[in-house]
């Protein structure tokens, strides 16, 4: 489609070709910013953080599940290192992450700071003149006053003025009277009202509070830490470095900041569903009591934990994530001396809490002694005659173990996983292709190692619970800038940003008009409503001005009759 001759574009007949002049290095700075300040980009990296944050609710992470790190190594050997690479598994700490998360940071800035300066301008200024032609704005309506011609007029139409401006001050207008224009024996009076600039307003909180949640939520990782730690029961933690399984602090976080409390796991209670047949065995309540005492306080206060109702101690939130079964097993020698004895908490691997578990012997054996086991809380057989749980709770306990012997590799300095055994420099004892069966242990029950390694025993079975403590000095920042941020988006959702014009047009020969009429930015289902609201409020209004007017001459006339 040409453009008309008369476009600024168009160029003369016989005219050289229009050259645009080169950005160079500071145009092309100018116009990069202007790009990443706009709205557009900032929405658009909205999104893509949203998008970026998808990794961290596929793979496990390592802040908040490190042994789920360690078990998808486990099952995708293949897979796993090119993730790793990627850094799905520090996804929110990732360089890509990071990166949409700091330009974000600075397009929310270059948007918010113009339009806040431009928001208090707005605010000082006064409401815009009356448009020539209200006719075409929305709700347009029209009145003619009976009362008011020749030269009572102008004082009509000033009243009905006043009068407009008065209702509009009421209801929470700013206002602007103008004089209007005067022309071949008419003139107009009118009044300007506009209110909404709280829409504006709120949002501009909603995005400076999405700033402040960036800001708020990059202190808090920078200063805060992720520790996770598991307890059996009748066991302490101290909240000391050592004393987390993983601990993942910030950036900026000195672990001489941890305040010292210590933690007392007394009992773990789990309630089934019983009633219901086909929810049976269905948890429906943890409950973990514990005993906290803080350094320098001689009192130990008894506390209780659960999903989703964390204790707080020490700055930090202490969390319920999870729980199985600890049975404790002690291994002996052969001349019956106990070389191992403790809790080993082994690992669910379905609702019925059937749990996998390794079991580590480096030391008073003839030969270093590694066992992976399976523990059924409720141990059936099915048809093929493997064993499985078949409810969660202690009713038929049994403990299954495939032993090892060999290099336990512990000795090398790098760091193991109390979860895995790596079995490629040992040799299996028993099981699978062995022709030895598994060693098969109830409550109470011993058993002896082969080769004449000694014996084990399945002493009790205890309950542990797994702890996630969580420190964010921020946490209370960033509920405040969450609430504003809501109530932000509320405000600009709900509060209208509308302007409405009262007219009094004066004509000699005819009657004082006044016309009504409105015009909203934005979307204003209300808009014609309140212009009629408007209209019929000041038309009461101006008709009890003339009845007090009427009486008030009755009045004066009476008195000046002899």
Same mark, same amino acid.
């Given at each position: 489609?040409?453009?008309?001759?008369?476009?600024?574009?168009?160029?003369?007949?016989?005219?050289?070709?229009?050259?645009?002049?080169?950005?160079?290095?500071?145009?092309?700075?100018?116009?990069?910013?202007?790009?990443?300040?706009?709205?557009?980009?900032?929405?658009?990296?909205?999104?893509?953080?949203?998008?970026?944050?998808?990794?961290?609710?596929?793979?496990?992470?390592?802040?908040?599940?490190?042994?789920?790190?360690?078990?998808?190594?486990?099952?995708?050997?293949?897979?796993?290192?090119?993730?790793?690479?990627?850094?799905?598994?520090?996804?929110?700490?990732?360089?890509?992450?990071?990166?949409?998360?700091?330009?974000?940071?600075?397009?929310?800035?270059?948007?918010?700071?113009?339009?806040?300066?431009?928001?208090?301008?707005?605010?000082?200024?006064?409401?815009?003149?009356?448009?020539?032609?209200?006719?075409?704005?929305?709700?347009?309506?029209?009145?003619?006053?009976?009362?008011?011609?020749?030269?009572?007029?102008?004082?009509?139409?000033?009243?009905?003025?006043?009068?407009?401006?008065?209702?509009?001050?009421?209801?929470?207008?700013?206002?602007?009277?103008?004089?209007?224009?005067?022309?071949?024996?008419?003139?107009?009076?009118?009044?300007?009202?506009?209110?909404?600039?709280?829409?504006?307003?709120?949002?501009?909180?909603?995005?400076?509070?999405?700033?402040?949640?960036?800001?708020?939520?990059?202190?808090?990782?920078?200063?805060?830490?992720?520790?996770?730690?598991?307890?059996?029961?009748?066991?302490?933690?101290?909240?000391?470095?050592?004393?987390?399984?993983?601990?993942?602090?910030?950036?900026?976080?000195?672990?001489?900041?941890?305040?010292?409390?210590?933690?007392?796991?007394?009992?773990?209670?789990?309630?089934?569903?019983?009633?219901?047949?086909?929810?049976?065995?269905? @948890? *429906?309540?943890? &409950? /973990?009591?514990?005993?906290?005492?803080?350094?320098?306080? !001689? $009192?130990? %206060?008894?506390?209780?934990?659960?999903?989703?109702?964390?204790?707080?101690?020490?700055?930090?939130?202490?969390?319920?994530?999870?729980?199985?079964?600890?049975?404790?097993?002690?291994?002996?020698?052969?001349?019956?001396?106990?070389?191992?004895?403790?809790?080993?908490?082994?690992?669910?691997?379905?609702?019925?809490?059937?749990?996998?578990?390794?079991?580590?012997?480096?030391?008073?054996?003839?030969?270093?002694?590694?066992?992976?086991?399976?523990?059924? @809380? *409720?141990?059936? &057989? /099915?048809?093929?005659?493997?064993?499985?749980?078949?409810? !969660? $709770?202690? %009713?038929?306990?049994?403990?299954?173990?495939?032993?090892?012997?060999?290099?336990?590799?512990?000795?090398?300095?790098?760091?193991?996983?109390?979860?895995?055994?790596?079995?490629?420099?040992?040799?299996?004892?028993?099981?699978?292709?062995?022709?030895?069966?598994?060693?098969?242990?109830?409550?109470?029950?011993?058993?002896?190692?082969?080769?004449?390694?000694?014996?084990?025993?399945?002493?009790?079975?205890?309950?542990?619970?797994?702890?996630?403590?969580?420190?964010?000095?921020?946490?209370?920042?960033?509920?405040?800038?969450?609430?504003?941020?809501?109530?932000?988006?509320?405000?600009?959702?709900?509060?209208?940003?509308?302007?409405?014009?009262?007219?009094?047009?004066?004509?000699?020969?005819?009657?004082?008009?006044?016309?009504?009429?409105?015009?909203?930015?934005?979307?204003?289902?209300?808009?014609?409503?309140?212009?009629?609201?408007?209209?019929?409020?000041?038309?009461?209004?101006?008709?009890?001005?003339s009845a007090a007017d009427q009486d008030s001459q009755r009045n004066t006339d009476l008195k000046g009759t002899p």
């Amino acid at each position: 489609m040409s453009r008309p001759l008369d476009h600024i574009d168009v160029r003369p007949p016989g005219a050289s070709r229009i050259t645009e002049p080169a950005l160079g290095f500071t145009g092309w700075m100018r116009w990069m910013w202007r790009q990443l300040t706009s709205m557009r980009v900032a929405l658009f990296l909205l999104l893509l953080l949203a998008l970026a944050a998808v990794p961290g609710s596929l793979v496990p992470q390592r802040s908040s599940d490190p042994n789920g790190v360690v078990q998808y190594f486990k099952d995708n050997p293949g897979l796993a290192p090119v993730l790793d690479k990627l850094q799905a598994f520090d996804a929110y700490t990732s360089f890509w992450f990071s990166s949409i998360y700091l330009l974000l940071f600075i397009s929310l800035i270059g948007c918010v700071l113009p339009r806040t300066i431009h928001h208090l301008h707005s605010l000082r200024a006064t409401p815009p003149r009356t448009p020539a032609r209200l006719s075409r704005m929305s709700g347009y309506t029209s009145i003619e006053l009976s009362a008011g011609r020749g030269a009572a007029s102008a004082a009509t139409a000033a009243t009905a003025i006043s009068t407009a401006a008065t209702i509009l001050r009421k209801r929470g207008y700013r206002i602007a009277a103008f004089p209007g224009t005067q022309a071949a024996g008419r003139r107009e009076l009118s009044v300007s009202a506009e209110r909404g600039y709280l829409r504006e307003a709120g949002n501009l909180t909603f995005h400076i509070a999405l700033v402040g949640i960036l800001i708020t939520v990059g202190i808090g990782g920078g200063f805060g830490f992720n520790g996770n730690r598991v307890v059996v029961e009748g066991q302490s933690m101290i909240n000391t470095l050592a004393a987390y399984d993983s601990f993942n602090p910030g950036r900026f976080f000195s672990p001489t900041e941890l305040a010292p409390y210590s933690l007392t796991l007394n009992n773990l209670a789990v309630t089934y569903e019983t009633q219901n047949k086909r929810a049976r065995g269905l @948890p *429906t309540d943890y &409950t /973990a009591t514990v005993t906290t005492q803080t350094q320098g306080s !001689p $009192d130990k %206060t008894s506390r209780t934990i659960k999903v989703n109702d964390p204790l707080s101690i020490g700055g930090t939130d202490v969390y319920l994530l999870g729980n199985g079964y600890a049975p404790r097993i002690t291994v002996r020698d052969p001349q019956g001396h106990a070389v191992f004895s403790d809790f080993i908490p082994f690992l669910p691997q379905d609702a019925n809490l059937t749990s996998l578990g390794v079991v580590k012997v480096p030391d008073g054996l003839a030969k270093q002694v590694g066992l992976i086991g399976f523990f059924y @809380p *409720t141990k059936s &057989t /099915a048809r093929t005659g493997a064993f499985y749980s078949s409810y !969660p $709770d202690l %009713t038929n306990p049994v403990l299954t173990l495939n032993a090892y012997s060999g290099d336990l590799g512990i000795n090398t300095g790098a760091p193991k996983s109390v979860y895995a055994l790596d079995t490629t420099k040992l040799t299996q004892l028993t099981g699978g292709t062995t022709g030895v069966r598994s060693i098969e242990l109830k409550l109470g029950q011993t058993q002896q190692l082969p080769d004449g390694l000694g014996s084990i025993t399945l002493e009790r079975v205890s309950r542990f619970a797994s702890f996630e403590i969580h420190h964010d000095p921020a946490q209370g920042w960033v509920l405040f800038f969450a609430i504003a941020a809501l109530g932000g988006l509320l405000t600009s959702l709900f509060v209208p940003r509308r302007r409405l014009w009262v007219k009094a047009i004066v004509d000699e020969a005819k009657p004082v008009r006044i016309e009504y009429a409105g015009l909203a930015r934005g979307d204003d289902p209300q808009l014609q409503d309140a212009v009629a609201d408007l209209a019929s409020a000041h038309q009461a209004a101006l008709r009890s001005t003339s009845a007090a007017d009427q009486d008030s001459q009755r009045n004066t006339d009476l008195k000046g009759t002899p």
